[in-house]
């Protein structure tokens, strides 16, 4: 028994010509531009429109910005070690791949169905915000929703179904349906836009800044600057979701690197601009709004960008909800062709496309935007995202031991250093985490290995012999 558990997925050689590997039964699309755009997409979005506000006022002061470059090096050094797995085992499914081949099946699993979690509650959770942006947009033009539909069932609020979740859910998995191509597209021009008002934002912004609003710099001292940093660490979270797109990557074991560690850079370096203008316009204790961004540019009288900045936060959250549903679905896609889910859920279509994993993912999100309040849930996207990043880390450390030939076209600089720092940082900010989110997180950790010796164990494709990475060919077309 405990052989099996840990046994372990092989490592395809990367095809370097072609860059495409014999498993893949999806569409290869994607370059490294497309990448960093996915990244982009997942990065930016409640980070910068809400979570600036409520960490300065309460936590960081004008030193805001030096929690962003904090809570940035725990994820770049993340991010390395992601780059490295992604261009060494260039297959959909992301830690949940790397770790069927460093670990064992089990560890696998857990790890599988730990990100089930974390991308699920990260779409539900982005859903709600998007309802409520989208109705704070309307009530601009005086429209206002029914009571009923405003919200998730509260009988306090008189409320049954927050209605605008449940439809966004719906036409963003309808997106996906109709293709990796027609995504990515959608997804690069909703990018575009929402960094050309960020930077709008930056550049107008920037003649309004008053040097004297940044002191005192340090108000609530370093400790606020680590509360910070742990909290905004959620601003960050999405630039794995690039690697579930692994298969559907001309070559991946080249450009998957650029596009992790592209968008990165690229939402950091915006994060840190973005603090350091806002923090200058307003003092740091009126910023205690849901909006600070859009109260900033009213503060000073340029309600036009305000609405604009408006536009931005509820495209810039479309593209969380578009990616993170995406990386659900190419999940549950891996999972199922390696025999741990049932096959429904790596069939595709004639788009090439896990059309079955997307009416999954969006109809259970569905189920929980709209009649789930999540506000206790938050965390839980962090822990499910943190243990990924450890895991993720030490795979890298592993792999260097057991498969030193495999070919690495990126490596992780300063490796045994950097892989044990990205352990310590996520570590650290996993420790901060409240007794109730390790206890939802570990009953959901346990209702995940009841489901897996119930049926994942006996028809995982290693258990009957055949190589756990090779595609039917009767359900390419189903």
């Known amino acids: ?52 506000g409520i960490v300065a006022a309460e936590k960081t002061g004008p030193a805001l910005v030096l929690s962003f470059i904090l809570a940035g090096l725990a994820c770049a050094f993340a991010a390395m070690c992601y780059a490295e797995l992604a261009s060494m085992v260039p297959g959909s499914g992301s830690a949940y791949t790397y770790s069927y081949s460093a670990f064992g099946e089990i560890v696998a699993w857990v790890l599988g169905w730990d990100l089930m979690l974390e991308y699920g509650l990260a779409c539900a959770s982005v859903a709600s915000g998007w309802s409520g942006y989208f109705q704070g947009l309307l009530a601009g033009f005086g429209i206002h929703l029914p009571q009923a539909i405003s919200s998730a069932y509260n009988p306090v609020h008189h409320t049954l179904v927050d209605l605008p979740a449940v439809l966004i859910m719906l036409a963003v998995t ?48 370093f400790s606020g600057v680590t509360a910070g940093a742990a909290t905004i660490f959620y601003a960050y979270i999405g630039f794995d979701a690039v690697s579930t797109a692994a298969e559907e990557v001309k070559n991946p074991q080249k450009h998957l690197p650029i596009g992790i560690l592209g968008s990165l850079v690229v939402a950091t370096v915006l994060y840190m601009t973005v603090s350091l203008v806002l923090t200058g316009m307003v003092p740091y204790v009126r910023l205690d709004v849901k909006d600070p961004v859009a109260y900033a540019v009213q503060v000073v009288h340029l309600n036009w960008i305000a609405g604009l900045i408006s536009l931005a936060a509820i495209i810039g959250i479309t593209t969380v909800l578009i990616v993170m549903s995406y990386g659900q679905t190419r999940l549950l896609y891996s999972i199922s062709r390696d025999g741990l889910l049932p096959s429904a859920f790596s069939a595709v279509d004639k788009r090439q496309t896990p059309v079955f994993s997307n009416w999954t993912t969006g109809i259970v999100v569905c189920a929980f935007a709209g009649f789930v309040p999540l506000d206790t849930l938050a965390e839980l996207v962090n822990i499910g995202t943190l243990f990924a990043f450890i895991t993720v880390s030490i795979g890298v450390l592993v792999l ?7 070919p690495r076209p990126f490596r992780v600089p300063f490796a045994p ?37 119930a049926f994942g164990h006996r028809h995982s494709r290693l258990a009957s012999g055949a190589p756990a990475s090779v595609v039917d060919p009767d359900r390419i077309h189903a």
């Open 174 to 221: 309808t997106l996906l349906s109709r293709g990796i191509r027609a995504s990515a597209r959608v997804n690069a021009a909703m990018v575009l836009l929402k960094v050309g008002i960020v930077l709008l934002f930056i550049v107008v912004g920037a003649f309004y800044v008053k040097p004297a609003n940044w002191s005192p710099f340090m108000p609530f001292g």
């Open 1 to 52: 028994m405990t052989h099996t558990l840990f046994r372990k997925k092989p490592i395809l050689a990367p095809t370097a010509t072609e860059g495409q590997t014999q498993t893949s039964a999806l569409k290869r699309v994607l370059g490294p531009f497309d990448l960093i755009l996915f990244g982009v997409g997942a990065i930016i979005g409640t980070g910068i429109f809400v979570l600036t």
């Open 400 to 406: 260097r031991r057991t498969h030193p030939n495999q």
């Open 417 to 453: 250093v950097l892989p044990a720092l990205s352990v310590l940082f996520c570590g650290y900010l996993l420790v901060h985490l409240s007794r109730v989110t390790w206890v939802c997180f570990v009953v959901w950790l346990a209702f995940g290995l009841v489901v897996y010796f």
